[in-house]
């Protein structure tokens, strides 16, 4: 089955600067690579996703990269703000319907 | 925009009780998927359903059962509870070939089994 791992597991950056969290994944099969934040006590929500016919993702201060051939990718976050402090979970998933398999988090923390 | 439905929000069992909790996906999503998340990890796999049917199994002890129904709701039937069943349960819904794409989290129901 598919493995995904995330790093680093903490991240604190000051406001304003740049969060680049890492994953990678074993399954070469995996297509569709999502990026999930989670706040306390609420549920994993979609912040962008990248699929494997594409190399990069960008919406606003957030960009995601894929490299196939290394099996990872990563999310930018440029010009932090404070409401940026969440957990944040990669996850990697193969083709339709298959579940997803989540990354071991990242707790961002963003210094004010 | 419709969102996935879960509840209960919150519910507290003793030992060896039974739980039932419910999810409701966003319309026209024919795909549910359940997920448990202890404190500090990420969100386990526990079993899916397409159209009905389960498609997939994971980390889901016998003592839980699920199943969807015509209306694409799914509910996760927990029996016989134990303490390390406290944990977030999170469903999610699905359907390639509608908006959203991906999955869709719900707010999830926090158990907690004393």
């Known amino acids: 089955g598919e493995n995904v791992e995330q790093h680093p597991s903490t991240l604190s950056v000051q406001e304003g600067d740049s969060a680049v969290i890492k994953c990678t994944y074993s399954?070469?099969?995996?297509?569709?690579f999502p990026w999930y934040k989670q706040e306390l006590g609420k549920g994993p929500q979609l912040i962008i996703d990248i699929r494997s016919n594409v190399g990069e993702k960008k919406d606003q201060r957030i960009a995601v990269t894929l490299n196939k051939t290394a099996k990872h990718f990563s999310l930018h976050i440029t010009e932090t703000q404070p409401e940026d402090s969440a957990v944040y979970f990669c996850?990697?998933?193969?083709?339709?319907?298959?579940?997803?398999?989540f990354g071991t988090g990242t707790r961002l923390t963003i210094i004010p | 925009a419709a969102g996935v439905i879960q509840s209960p929000r919150h519910l507290i069992k003793e030992k060896r009780e039974t739980a039932t909790l419910k999810c409701y996906p966003i319309p026209r999503h024919d795909t549910v998927y359940w997920y448990q998340q202890g404190p500090g990890q990420d969100p386990q796999f526990l079993i899916s359903?397409?159209?009905?049917?389960?498609?997939d199994k994971g980390s889901i002890p016998d003592r839980f059962s699920a199943q969807q129904f015509s209306d694409y709701h799914s509910e996760l039937n927990m029996s016989s509870l134990e303490l390390g069943d406290s944990a977030l349960y999170f469903c999610a819904s699905s359907s390639p070939g509608h908006q959203p794409y991906g999955y869709t989290f719900g707010s999830g129901t926090r158990l907690t089994v004393v």
């Open positions: 996850a990697a998933r193969g083709f339709g319907n298959e579940k997803l398999t």
């Open positions: 359903f397409y159209e009905k049917m389960q498609s």
């Open positions: 399954d070469s099969a995996s297509n569709y």
